[in-house]
């Protein structure tokens, strides 16, 4: 029944509701579909979301069937008028619709088994397109449909995560995975503190872009989230050795360009490493917070387990708060400002003498959009960390509305103990 | 130099990324992006994510150029190889690029101004298509580009949405809210903390369903957010006072049925309100936290002005933090443990007396995945406040992983001063 052997290479998802076309709801099926056809081997080239029309649907659907030899549709096979997607492939692909009573039969007996009287409106849900395979829905009432024409894959997808999601999973470990052989994506994600993306760009250009002639080459792509930078690197084998192997090699490569800048490269967060590096040297922490009012010890507070290395943390917004909590003298905060080296390392050390831990850190600042001056304009930010190898300060400009203003002053500080901890400390082999 | 003075109806929104097409990032741009264009009175009729491929992305523009008169490109115009938008759509439309030398100035002046170099890379972004309007970007290096031929408009925008935003907002009132006529769609946000969202939808649905009826109609969506529920309404009318009167109507008669559960009906944030009603009172607040570990201290912070009433706030991961920082007895820990009512209280009390604030929040409790029992699972968490009219204590139960029970723990924290607040001194008229 199937005519094509072959598995297929390239995918596009097609989601389907006007509700996703609004501003309050995004399509997040695709995402897990995308991890799906990825652990086969199957690379999401493109996503489409379109409304419930049948002539769009029907137009997107014939447009990408050259573009890709998997089409995913997800949604639109509900009982309501708005539910086109059944008709719309059968438009596209000139396949008649013709009602299958057997599944018509079940979702009478769904309805029956809650008590109630299956409304006619629901038939329409038993419409299997000519040549399709049924998938069946263990959790809703519309039957997920599969067609495979001239090696070229059509898959109907009810909407709703919970039957959506069991139904390609046992579709694909049916259907596709037998054909897939081992071939898998293997992904890596190495993240950078303390450059631009630029920058970044400039040092690993030219050592990743020599990965594209490897066998099997390894594709890359440079991401700016907030306050750090992303590669991500990917390759497609089939063999799991290999793709590590491979993968090793080119961040091997990659990192002695980027040094310490690099703070992982296994797709952990900032907060994770930091933590796993305290909790390696048996240290605790404690944060002493103006301009980030507790976003430091909230983000190390995030990670699991991480009651076991912060000890404590203060937000210091008033100078009362300065002197009182951690015993900078007024005349500090008078003579250089609440915003300065001084205070910052005063803040440090007196956090870390009264909370008895090993490392310190303590971040002061303008978040802004109040409070700037010629001098110390909104943006700037002091952090100081003290730590059993002495202090540290720097003065940092960031760019940004208050909320970013205080991410990247988050960033720099659990950087900034990091680098201090390395220092002191460096890891095994570095 | 427009030929097109009728405004655009349909439109399609392109997010251009390969890191979109990845399981690991769904583009949201678009979501911002259609509530401008709404607001409008245009419709987006479809949304497409293209990977970093010049090829597909021209393929794209042109076949969906035919099917919409505007189209909304997001990302791609970065400095590295990998950004492709400027390309593709010269490719496209058949319009030829040319480097203007004052934007490279004004990207070099914004490195230096940073105390940078331009990196040479940069050079790129200073690349504009034939016969296109620069969209000036006050928060990033690349400038946005915008296109307009035989009544289409083509738009190009930048990915981060701190640079994407601003610049759409500033271009659309420039160059289409005038040919838009009058006709505006105007919203309004209901916010309601305390409730389930079938709890909500029971109260609220026999009263906006008559709201269909009305001249003009208000349409309303009900919207379960991280720890609140939001009612959503909406009305298309050419006149700004009927809009306010209509929704001012819908809002008068929906408040009586949720009462004190609603927390603002402008869209402002939880934090907000507070805040507000903080420096109504000449009240300030100091905050004493476990579990949230530092995320209600965070999150009242982050709003602009709140050093005038956040004067201080503690971080107690550990009980000897609770007792060195708060007075919370090692007795009354042992006694009944650090997650319970009588801890919370001595947390508030503690707080409120040493910070010498009028009011004090704190809250223990256990976010996970370690650290349950039978008696108090994970997502125990108790919230206590003090304040001149006493202290209040309660015990909640959240569901889900580590950070969203932290988060709905913040969201009840900051609702319980908000609600001890207005009980102490009600708003004038409520």
């Not at 659907?61 to 998997?70: H, K, M, P």
């Not at 029956?112 to 329409?124: D, I, K, T, W, Y």
């Not at 909407?159 to 959506?164: I, K, S």
């Amino acid at each position: 029944m199937t005519d094509s052997s072959s598995p297929p290479r390239r995918a596009i998802v097609i989601a389907v509701g006007s509700e996703l076309l609004t501003p309050l709801r995004a399509d997040t099926n695709s995402l897990f579909v995308t991890a799906r056809l990825n652990e086969l081997g199957i690379e999401v080239v493109a996503k489409l979301i379109v409304g419930d029309r049948r002539d769009d649907l029907a137009a997107a659907i014939r447009e990408n069937l050259g573009r890709a030899d998997l089409l995913v549709l997800t949604g639109g096979l509900g009982p309501t008028d708005d539910d086109v997607t059944r008709q719309a492939v059968s438009d596209a692909l000139g396949l008649t619709l013709r009602e299958d009573p057997a599944i018509v039969e079940r979702i009478r007996a769904r309805f029956a088994r809650r008590g109630l009287e299956m409304p006619e409106v629901n038939r329409v849900q038993g419409q299997v397109l000519a040549g399709a395979s049924v998938l069946a829905n263990p959790n809703g009432t519309a039957p997920g449909q599969w067609i495979e024409r001239a090696g070229r894959r059509v898959v109907l997808l009810p909407g709703p995560p919970r039957e959506m999601q069991p139904m390609l999973v046992a579709a694909l470990d049916e259907r596709l995975a037998p054909l897939c052989g081992s071939a898998r994506v293997y992904r890596r994600v190495i993240g950078i503190a303390g450059r631009t993306e630029s920058e970044v760009e400039e040092v690993a250009q030219p050592i990743y872009s020599t990965w594209a002639a490897w066998a099997p080459p390894v594709s890359t792509s440079i991401l700016a989230a907030p306050g750090q930078i992303e590669l991500h690197l990917s390759v497609r084998t089939s063999s799991e050795d290999e793709g590590k192997v491979v993968l090793d090699r080119a961040t091997a490569a990659m990192l002695p360009a980027l040094g310490t800048d690099v703070f992982s490269d296994d797709g952990r967060s900032l907060e994770q490493v930091v933590g796993e590096m305290l909790r390696a040297r048996f240290w605790r922490i404690a944060t002493a917070e103006s301009c980030t009012g507790g976003l430091v010890a909230s983000r190390l507070t995030d990670v699991p387990g991480s009651s076991d290395y912060v000890e404590r943390g203060v937000v210091c917004y008033s100078n009362l708060a300065k002197t009182e909590l951690l015993g900078v003298s007024e005349e500090s905060i008078r003579l250089h400002g609440a915003v300065s080296e001084e205070v910052g390392v005063a803040m440090a050390v007196g956090m870390r003498e009264r909370a008895g831990v090993e490392v310190a850190v303590a971040v002061t600042g303008i978040a802004g959009p109040g409070g700037g001056s010629a001098r110390k304009p909104v943006g700037t930010v002091v952090v100081a960390v003290a730590f059993p190898g002495g202090t540290r300060v720097r003065r940092f400009l960031f760019l940004g509305v208050r909320a970013q203003v205080k991410f990247q002053a988050s960033q720099a500080s659990l950087d900034m103990v990091r680098r201090a901890m390395e220092e002191f400390l460096p890891a095994p082999g570095a």
